[in-house]
């Protein structure tokens, strides 16, 4: 694996959404993100990784061109800008393959039409009936076929276009439903002239390992931690969490999961969490961990809006931005405070990203989580009360320092945590 990557916090953002290009006519809108940059970087991240940004029908997953930008965010020139932009802050630039199928117009599949099933243009695709085969039921989205080595030479082009472009890796949309043989044969073309890019899959369910081992990707969505943390919270049911947890440490043997508590496809965080005082110990989860995190735009300010199954349900999910910083509520600076305390933390504990994590002490809720290099030594660690009474672990603590925690002053007694309380402790520097 690329080493860069070991050092990356992601920046998620929609474009199309984020700069309210969605039902707007061409534009160059893509040139609103660099306003953004340094707030990205003041947040804590070094990374911004993109929403799909290619010629599309409509919300971007409906590819008609992958060497063209969205007419609606701008051009080559505009793209040029925003990489030069990112690279002057140090910021890494991650784009959003969606190479699992296409829109309608996408020009292969108007000729596969036009010429009939048999003719070359027609094995692109997989033939269902009277049309072609689409993704989990959407016939707007027509599924590529990827047995065809025609699609193979043309994913390995495109994701190598934008690579010499000045991108530094790829997150492959909807990797689940692609055969992982496909990227075994199409990475090594690319790693080939770009040995350091880094390429992550979208993986809802399946074998996480399973598939990044056949596969050749670097990492996976870990939608299995994502779940654990919101609906362990909810339901007071730390033990999800403890579950989870091992699960994820398992993972880490093989591969740095992409880890995270919110995206564009889901409901938000702050939404999410029927408890408002839980985000906090959500995030401390998500950046006490291994993985390599990522923070999806608005979470940093604790936007609320739920995502829908429905025609437009993910609007709410990916709104509009401001023109810049100064457009914000003040109301979401206490939450983008925290963010910058807890990736902080992480940055000063660089081992974070590979850590191993073990649960130490166990209730409904109350858990106690340790995190320690890979190699051995000092560790930190995570304690959490998400119940409404204080609650001492008892834990032999001695020797331990608090590094951060919810209370505004150091506590006399650092295994007391107060009701919805967090604490993360650690040997002093030099012992």
């Known amino acids: 694996m690329t080493s860069w990557i070991d050092h990356t916090i992601w920046w998620h953002v929609y474009p199309l959404g984020f700069t309210g290009a969605l039902e707007a006519g061409p534009g160059h809108r893509l040139s609103r993100l660099e306003a953004w940059l340094d707030y990205a970087v003041e947040l804590g991240c070094n990374g911004l990784a993109l929403g799909p940004v290619f010629a599309s029908e409509t919300h971007g997953y409906d590819t008609v061109d992958h060497f063209r930008l969205d007419p609606r ?79 193979a030479e043309y994913v390995a082009k495109v994701m190598r276009h934008w690579l010499d472009r000045g991108a530094d890796g790829w997150r492959l949309d909807a990797a689940y439903a692609v055969p992982p043989e496909f990227w075994r044969a199409v990475l090594p073309q690319v790693r080939a002239a770009h040995p350091d890019a880094w390429f992550t899959g979208e993986m809802i369910h399946g074998d996480y390992a399973a598939y990044v081992s056949d596969s050749g990707l670097d990492s996976v969505t870990q939608y299995e931690l994502w779940k654990a943390i919101w609906s362990s919270l909810n339901d007071r049911n730390l033990f999800e969490l403890a579950w989870a947890l091992d699960r994820h440490d398992r993972f880490t043997e093989a591969f740095t999961p992409s880890t995270f508590v919110g995206n564009h496809d889901v409901t938000r965080i702050a939404t999410r969490l029927e408890e408002p005082r839980h985000l906090a110990h959500a995030l401390v989860v998500l950046f ?88 051995g030594g000092p560790g930190i660690t995570v304690l959490l009360n998400t119940g409404p009474d204080p609650y001492r672990f008892p834990l032999p603590l001695e020797g331990l320092r608090v590094l951060d925690s919810a209370e505004e002053k150091e506590p006399d007694d650092p295994a007391r945590v107060p009701p919805y309380g967090w604490a993360l402790l650690g040997t002093p520097p030099g012992r």
């Open 73 to 151: 965010l701008g051009d080559d020139a505009g793209f040029d800008r925003l990489v030069a932009a990112a690279r002057r802050r140090g910021v890494r630039i991650l784009l959003d393959g969606v190479f699992n199928h296409v829109g309608r117009g996408f020009p292969r599949f108007a000729a596969a039409l036009r010429e009939g099933p048999d003719s070359p243009d027609a094995r692109w695709f997989r033939p269902r009936g009277d049309d072609y085969d689409c993704f989990e039921g959407h016939r707007s989205l027509v599924a590529l076929d990827h047995g065809e080595p025609a699609v």
């Open 288 to 375: 006490t961990v291994a993985g390599v995190p990522a923070v999806y735009y608005g979470d940093e300010q604790a936007f609320r809006g739920r995502k829908e199954d429905r025609p437009g349900g993910d609007d709410a999910v990916r709104p509009a931005f401001p023109d810049s910083p100064d457009g914000l509520a003040p109301w979401g600076r206490p939450v983008y405070r925290l963010h910058q305390r807890l990736i902080g933390l992480r940055r000063r504990n660089p081992w974070l990203v590979r850590a191993r994590t073990s649960v130490e002490h166990l209730t409904n809720e109350a858990v106690a989580l340790r995190s320690r290099p890979r190699e």
